[in-house]
């Protein structure tokens, strides 16, 4: 089958405006967050607000990095794990980074020091969804090559994260795309356990959460949030930060976000809908969660009233961003 260029550019632009919707209230309660989505998003009054001191439009660290990850695949040819530590390290040093988190950050700074990307990664038990909100382009690069696609998000990811749950849920966000790109009818129950046969390997609790999530995902997102907002959550997990809705924990923020594409398959805003309602972080659930729906869906199925709002502090807008992914989809092609 050959894959069509719009879900490659639906990928990337359903994750950046994912991750702009989000950004408006990242961190907000779920109270707020759910006003958002029924007073804004669904009155059909999104764009009207951004987040001081940016425009609606800019999107953050999330797809500044998925972006990043698809810049260094065209220059490459191919997924070169140097090429992108130096192009995570130039971010930061730049100061263009937008959102941060504490353990990207960290790692940042270890490559910036002369660290090399194998040994950057913030160890454990620091697992933060830094290495999966990023990873949806290598399901682009590697959709017909399930090895080479599990060892390039495991790579991507360890350059900032070592925990090996992080690693789980870079090689769950990159499957997702990779499944969604073979064009079949979604079934939520086999989705789900082919992702959880791709990360058994790397990490098992979380291969059995995606099970879990099976029976979740017939909840409405008032019930299945008390379920995945705990998921995976061990005494060891560190976070600064106290956290209503969705923490930036991988595993609750990646089962948040493949529950709100299974919700709705077929649908981009009721999938961005769900990632953002309950409150949290939400410009990464949404990011996630619409890179997996713009890759199923494709550019089409998306929004188009709202794309030239996209901006990262005034470039790399819905124009540029296209032509990346295109150029990644042409140069895929050619290596089939």
Not at 210 to 237: H, N, T, V
């Amino acid at each position: 089958m050959i894959q069509r260029k719009e879900q490659f550019t639906g990928c990337l632009i359903g994750q950046c405006l994912g991750d702009a919707l989000g950004f408006v209230v990242e961190g907000y309660s779920p109270a707020a967050c759910k006003r958002y989505v029924e007073d804004i998003l669904k009155a059909g009054r999104a764009g009207e607000f951004g987040r001081f001191p940016f425009p609606f439009g800019q999107y953050s660290d999330d797809s500044q990095l998925a972006r990043e990850l698809l810049q260094s695949y065209v220059a490459c040819k191919s997924f070169d794990p140097y090429d992108y530590a130096e192009r995570i390290k130039a971010i930061f040093l730049e100061r263009r980074i937008v959102g941060w988190g504490y353990s990207t950050k960290e790692a940042a700074l270890r490559l910036i020091h002369g660290v090399p990307w194998q040994e950057s990664g913030t160890p454990a038990p620091f697992a933060g969804n830094g290495s999966a909100m990023r990873a949806a382009p290598i399901g682009l690069f590697f959709f017909d090559n399930t090895q080479l696609m599990i060892q390039a998000a495991y790579s991507q990811g360890c350059i900032t994260h070592k925990d090996s749950r992080c690693s789980a849920g870079a090689v769950a966000i990159s499957g997702a795309v990779a499944l969604v790109l073979q064009g079949k009818q979604i079934n939520p129950d086999s989705f789900l356990s082919s992702l959880s046969d791709l990360v058994k390997l790397i990490e098992p609790t979380f291969s059995a959460e995606l099970i879990r999530l099976i029976k979740w995902i017939s909840m409405p997102p008032d019930k299945a949030i008390d379920f995945i907002s705990q998921a995976g959550i061990e005494s060891d997990y560190l976070d600064e930060d106290e956290w209503q809705g969705i923490s930036p924990f991988v595993v609750s923020s990646v089962l948040w976000s493949l529950y709100s594409f299974l919700r709705a398959p077929d649908d981009y805003w009721e999938t961005i809908y769900t990632a953002i309602e309950v409150g949290g972080d939400v410009d990464t659930t949404a990011a996630m969660a619409g890179a997996i729906s713009g890759s199923y869906l494709g550019l089409n199925a998306i929004p188009s009233n709202l794309f030239h709002h996209l901006t990262d502090r005034g470039t790399w807008r819905f124009d540029e961003l296209v032509e990346l992914a295109t150029q990644c989809y042409e140069i895929k092609m050619k290596q089939i």
